[in-house]
């Protein structure tokens, strides 16, 4: 064996040698969890310690997220409930003959966004069954 392969050798036998044993990660593992289980709001394997909940916790700090973006959606979007509809509302909405309760269901899979039939040659073949069933929905409430 070459003294260069002998060296390489020796420094990853010594590393190998440095690193603790799976068994003995395995037992520090257990030792963290049992100790510091109550302290973190968890209770221990053996079922000992109180469980409280930090006021920090990824779950408070989530709902706490989530609500404040509702809260500011909903107060840039409040002022516009009174108002008409705008631009293509009109001819997506109140234009639209498959909004209209008298319509057939049949026809939202048949037709447009805007209404008109998909072979039409004035059809903008722009196809959202769903978005038009639920303007429908909501002009019949």
Request: charged share 20%.
């Given at each position: 064996m070459a003294p260069r392969q002998r060296t390489v050798n020796k420094k990853l036998h010594q590393r190998e040698a440095s690193r603790p044993s799976s068994s003995h990660k395995r037992a520090n593992a257990k030792s963290l969890d049992s100790s510091n289980g109550a302290s973190l709001g968890h209770r221990s394997r053996n079922g000992v310690g109180e469980h409280t909940a930090s006021p920090f916790s990824p779950t408070r700090c989530n709902l706490?997220?989530?609500?404040?973006?509702?809260?500011?959606?909903?107060?840039?979007?409040?002022?516009?409930?009174?108002?008409?509809?705008?631009?293509?509302?009109?001819?997506?909405?109140?234009?639209?003959?498959?909004?209209?309760?008298?319509?057939?269901?049949?026809?939202?899979?048949?037709?447009?966004?805007?209404?008109?039939?998909?072979?039409?040659?004035?059809?903008?073949?722009?196809?959202?069954?769903?978005?038009?069933?639920?303007?429908r929905y909501y002009a019949c409430t």
């Amino acid at each position: 064996m070459a003294p260069r392969q002998r060296t390489v050798n020796k420094k990853l036998h010594q590393r190998e040698a440095s690193r603790p044993s799976s068994s003995h990660k395995r037992a520090n593992a257990k030792s963290l969890d049992s100790s510091n289980g109550a302290s973190l709001g968890h209770r221990s394997r053996n079922g000992v310690g109180e469980h409280t909940a930090s006021p920090f916790s990824p779950t408070r700090c989530n709902l706490l997220m989530y609500s404040s973006i509702f809260v500011l959606a909903m107060v840039c979007y409040v002022n516009t409930l009174g108002y008409d509809l705008v631009h293509d509302d009109v001819f997506a909405i109140q234009n639209n003959r498959d909004v209209r309760p008298g319509t057939p269901l049949r026809n939202l899979l048949w037709d447009d966004f805007w209404g008109k039939p998909m072979n039409d040659n004035s059809s903008h073949k722009s196809y959202r069954p769903l978005c038009v069933l639920s303007f429908r929905y909501y002009a019949c409430t």
